[in-house]
């Protein structure tokens, strides 16, 4: 089975802080997404990454970036967090040309206060 | 772009059929229509994917009318185990950007 990790499950920063969501992956995928789900919003994707070093803004990119140096790895940084990016982020992957059938991490929880 | 709309939640008794509808009108060509369901605390779980006319696996089958502009998810003889969101996606990737719409989720609840 497809394993898609993220590090914290759930995580409360400060205003300003720069924070880092860390995703690992265990298939082998090419493709590594960012989602973020709030209520009555449903999923928004945030980037998307199809390689290592490789990616592509999603529908929300504005105020996030994401960095991938390895295929199996994909994290999501707030370069300074405010209280509007207090959401459920979720990370997925998948194989090539097959983006929309993607395996998805349990999400972190990030509050920021 | 294509919009997705689902309603937002429904009811339905164990052992039945149910079919959960999204409507996403401005679909292009070269989306694809994915439905998954969400539990709780829980990351979506992928449940089935189509393109055109109908599908079907162990779990689901996804129907798909030629326009496209609709489709609709049933889940055969419910249990109480299926009471959970589920969301559909169109996407795929369109002019070299790929471009992913959840709907906003269907809440499903099964009565015993």
């Known amino acids: 089975d497809v394993k898609v990790t993220q590090s914290s499950r759930y995580l409360v920063k400060r205003t300003g802080e720069k924070v880092f969501l860390e995703c690992v992956q265990d298939?082998?995928?090419?493709?590594m997404f960012w989602y973020r789900q709030d209520p009555g919003l449903g999923l928004r994707l945030i980037y998307f990454?199809?390689?290592?070093?490789?990616?592509e803004k999603g529908d929300i990119p504005e105020g996030y970036s994401v960095s991938r140096e390895k295929k199996e790895r994909f994290s999501l940084i707030l370069e300074s967090a405010s209280t509007n990016q207090t959401s459920m982020y979720l990370c997925a992957s998948s194989l090539p040309d097959r983006n929309t059938e993607a395996f998805f991490g349990q999400g972190t929880r990030l509050t920021v206060v | 772009l294509a919009k997705t709309t689902q309603p937002i939640s429904m009811d339905s008794y164990e052992g039945q059929e149910v079919n959960i509808t999204c409507s996403h009108n401005?679909?292009?060509?070269?989306?694809?229509i994915t439905w998954y369901q969400q539990f709780p605390s829980q990351g979506p779980r992928f449940i089935i994917q189509g393109y055109k006319t109908k599908v079907t696996n162990e779990v689901a089958s996804l129907f798909i009318p030629a326009d496209r502009k609709s489709s609709t998810l049933s889940l055969p003889r419910v249990s109480l185990s299926d009471t959970a969101v589920y969301y559909c996606?169109?996407?795929?990737?369109?002019?070299?950007?790929?471009?992913?719409?959840f709907g906003t989720g269907t809440r499903l609840k099964v009565l015993a």
């Open positions: 990454s199809y390689d290592v070093k490789m990616k």
């Open positions: 996606l169109v996407g795929g990737r369109t002019s070299g950007t790929y471009k992913y719409i």
């Open positions: 298939m082998d995928h090419e493709n």
């Open positions: 401005n679909i292009a060509t070269n989306d694809y």
